[in-house]
């Protein structure tokens, strides 16, 4: 049973960086829980935010916007998070591995399946209960732009789809 579905779908931003003979495998987002580190600094700001605001800290109107504002200011860092994990991909390919990032910097790290001489995927307790895992690639030469991949939900399945790609059933 596969749990990652092959939609051949990628998305226009993805969709670019493709050649003409490479079949789209599959294209995702990192997991979710990419996100934790900002949730917990939001979460957490909001929470010394409200604090601050019943000491004598804030005693004066103009003390009491500074700290809501730097609140904001770290609202809107997570904003900013948000929408640069919902337009970065991992791209498997025919041919390649893709890693899509950034909002207004676009980069593109790739590795041809050819080049991939060891691949592993990791998991941490966490990573295990929240269902990611990161992948870590080597190839002969020189360092890779895309030797290690985290956050990668389905790691199994998408760890057999990629081996599965390297090494083709030859009957």
Known sequence: MKLVASSNRAPASVNRYLLPHEQDV??????????????????????????????ALAATPAALAVIWWVWLLVLVWFVWKVAEWSV????????????TTGLITRQVNMMPLGKVTDMRFERTILGRFLGYGTFVMESAGQDQALSRINFVPYPE????EVVGLIFPDKG
Do not use: E, K
């Not at 599959?26 to 601050?52: D, F, K, S």
């Open 88 to 99: 970065d991909y991992f791209v498997i390919t025919s041919a390649r591995l893709l890693l």
């Open 157 to 160: 399945q998408l760890y057999l």
């Open 26 to 55: 599959v294209t995702i987002r990192r997991h979710p829980a990419v996100l934790m580190g900002p949730v917990a600094l939001v979460l957490g700001a909001l929470i010394v935010a409200g604090i601050l605001s019943n000491t």
